[in-house]
C-alpha cells in the first residue's frame, strides 16, 4: 500500500472541518468542485488523495491516469461511486465514514414516512397555491400499520426503533439479520415475500449491488398490498422507477417519497415524471446533507485519511 500523504485535492463540497485537520497536520490542501473529468485528472497528478462526496465519480481510467494517487476518502457512506476494483488492482486505498450520516438519513426516511401518511407535500403545495381542502388531503394514522425495513443495518435500524416508538409494526429482512436479533429489537424476522405481502409501507436502507439492483420491480410491487407506500432514501436503481411510476398510475403503489434516483441529476423523460406524479414526494440527495451529518463525515474521513497518511495516531479507526 501506498500511504504517504502529503497533499489532498478536495472534490466535492466537504465540511470546512475536513480542510482545517488537514491543514492542522501539514498536509496541503487544494479544493475544486465540479472538475470536468481532464481537469480532475491533471489535478489528482499533482496530489497524493482525493477527498469526495457523491457527486466526484473516481472511475477506472481516472485510477488508471493518476498512478501517483494513494487514497481516495469518501466523505459519506456508499463508496458506489468509486470503482473499488480499479482502486484494489492498483493499490490506492479507500475509505468512507459509514455511520457518519446514519442519523440524518435515518430522519430524513421518518420525515417521508410521516409526509406520505398525511399529504404534508401536497397539502402544503395547495396552500400556497391559495386553496383550501381539507377533503382531498385527508390521510392516515402510522400507528398501527406495519412499516417493511429491507435493509436492517445501521439505517434500517434506526428508522425501525423510531417508527415502532410511535406504533407501527416493523417487519425487516436482511440477509444477515438473525431471527433472535429481530426479536430483542423488537421487529418481525422476515424473508423479503414477507415485506411484500404484509408492509403497508415499505422502506429501503440496502446499498445498491446486483442483488439489489430493482429489488421493487414491477413483479414484486404486484405482490404488494394495493395502496403500498414505497419510500427510498437508500440508493436510486433499488426500486425500478419506470415500474414504480406504471404502478401509481395504476393506482396500485398510494404513493412514494424518494430521496435518490437512479440518474442525478434527474434529466430522463420518466424521471421527471415520476417526481411530479400528484403522489410522490422527491428530495434532490438531500439524506445526508444536515450541518450534523456533513461535519461529522468531513472530520472523520479527515482523521482516517491522517492516520493511514502516518500523520498522528490521535484518531480512533
Ligand atoms: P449498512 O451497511 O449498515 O446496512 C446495509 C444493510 O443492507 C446490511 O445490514 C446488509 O446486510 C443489508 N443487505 C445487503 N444485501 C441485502 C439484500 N439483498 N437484501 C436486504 N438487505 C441487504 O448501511 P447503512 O449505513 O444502513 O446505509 C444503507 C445505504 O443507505 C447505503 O449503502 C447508502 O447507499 C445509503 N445512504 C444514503 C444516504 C442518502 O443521502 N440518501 C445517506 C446515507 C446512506
Ligand atoms: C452516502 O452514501 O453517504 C450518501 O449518499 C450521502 C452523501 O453522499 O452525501
Not at 446499498?207 to 398490498?225: F, I, S, V, W, Y
Request: hydrophobic content about 40%; overall charge neutral; glycine content about 10%.
Amino acid at each position: 500500500m501506498k500511504l504517504d500523504v502529503k497533499s489532498v485535492f478536495i472534490s466535492d463540497r466537504v465540511g470546512p472541518g475536513c480542510e482545517a485537520l488537514f491543514k492542522e497536520h501539514g498536509v496541503e490542501v487544494t479544493t475544486k468542485y465540479g472538475l470536468p473529468k481532464d481537469e480532475l485528472i491533471n489535478e489528482l497528478k499533482k496530489h497524493d488523495a482525493v477527498v469526495v462526496r457523491s457527486e466526484t465519480k473516481i472511475t477506472a481510467d481516472i485510477i488508471e491516469a493518476v498512478p501517483n494517487l494513494k487514497m481516495v476518502g469518501r466523505a459519506g457512506t456508499g463508496t458506489d461511486n468509486i470503482d473499488l476494483t480499479a482502486a484494489t488492482n492498483n493499490g490506492v486505498v479507500v475509505l468512507n465514514t459509514p455511520g457518519g450520516n446514519s442519523i440524518s438519513a435515518c430522519e430524513l426516511t421518518c420525515g417521508m414516512i410521516y409526509a406520505l401518511s398525511r399529504n404534508i407535500v401536497p397539502a402544503g403545495q395547495s396552500m400556497k397555491e391559495g386553496r383550501w381542502d381539507r377533503k382531498l388531503y385527508s390521510g392516515f394514522e402510522l400507528y398501527g400499520k406495519t412499516l417493511g425495513v429491507v435493509g436492517f443495518g445501521r439505517i434500517g435500524r434506526e428508522v425501525a426503533q423510531r417508527m415502532l416508538a410511535c406504533g407501527m409494526k416493523v417487519v425487516a429482512y436482511d440477509p444477515f439479520l438473525t431471527r433472535d436479533e429481530a426479536k430483542r429489537l423488537g421487529v418481525e424476522f422476515g424473508h423479503i415475500d414477507d415485506i411484500w405481502r404484509l408492509s403497508d409501507m415499505i422502506t429501503f436502507h440496502t446499498p445498491l449491488m446486483p442483488e439489489t439492483k430493482n429489488l421493487l420491480n414491477k413483479d414484486t410491487l404486484a405482490r404488494c398490498k394495493r395502496g403500498v407506500y414505497v419510500i427510498n432514501v437508500a440508493r436510486g436503481g433499488i426500486v425500478d422507477e419506470q415500474a414504480l411510476l406504471d404502478s401509481l398510475e395504476a393506482g396500485h403503489c398510494g404513493g412514494a417519497a424518494l430521496d435518490v434516483f437512479s440518474e442525478e441529476p434527474i434529466k430522463s423523460a420518466h424521471l421527471l415524471e415520476l417526481v411530479k406524479h400528484p403522489r410522490v414526494v422527491a428530495t434532490p440527495h438531500l439524506g445526508a446533507s444536515t450541518a450534523e451529518a456533513q461535519e461529522r463525515v468531513a472530520v472523520e474521513i479527515a482523521e482516517q485519511m491522517l492516520v493511514l497518511g502516518g500523520h498522528t495516531n490521535r484518531y480512533p479507526l
